[in-house]
Nanobody, 125 residues
């Protein structure tokens, strides 16, 4: 199971950190990713972190602004989001795929089959 938290309302230019706490075997899987979905749009791959080698990947729209990390002791993956703008407004989800899934680019929703319930991020003044 995956449980996201940390969403909320933030002003443009502000920052938020999202958390994804994993239970069961989910955290043992190699790749854990963040996606987001804005109203009327499909899931967009935001970022992914690979347990095997620690590599991270990002979507073009968040590169340089978002940072993904994981705390193995807490079984939690974080998404630090800086310089937020209105286009970042969405429901953010964390997800895992099969145990050996490896992200070599921005995560693709079709590769992931276990999703959290999501947390709303709203960027507005």
């Amino acid at each position: 199971q995956l449980v996201e938290s940390g969403g909320g309302l933030v002003q443009p230019g502000g920052s938020l950190t999202l958390s994804c706490e994993a239970s069961g075997t989910a955290f043992d899987y190699n790749a854990i990713a963040w996606f987001r979905q804005a109203p009327g749009k499909e899931h967009e791959g935001v970022s992914c972190i690979n347990r095997s080698d620690g590599t991270t990947t990002y979507g073009d729209s968040v590169k340089g602004r978002f940072t993904i990390s994981r705390d193995n002791a807490k079984k939690t993956v974080y998404l630090q989001m800086n310089s937020l703008n209105a286009e970042d407004t969405a429901v953010y989800y964390c997800a895992t795929g099969g145990p050996m899934l490896y992200c070599d680019g921005p995560p693709k929703a079709g590769d992931f089959d276990s999703w959290g319930q999501g947390t709303q991020v709203t960027v507005s003044s």
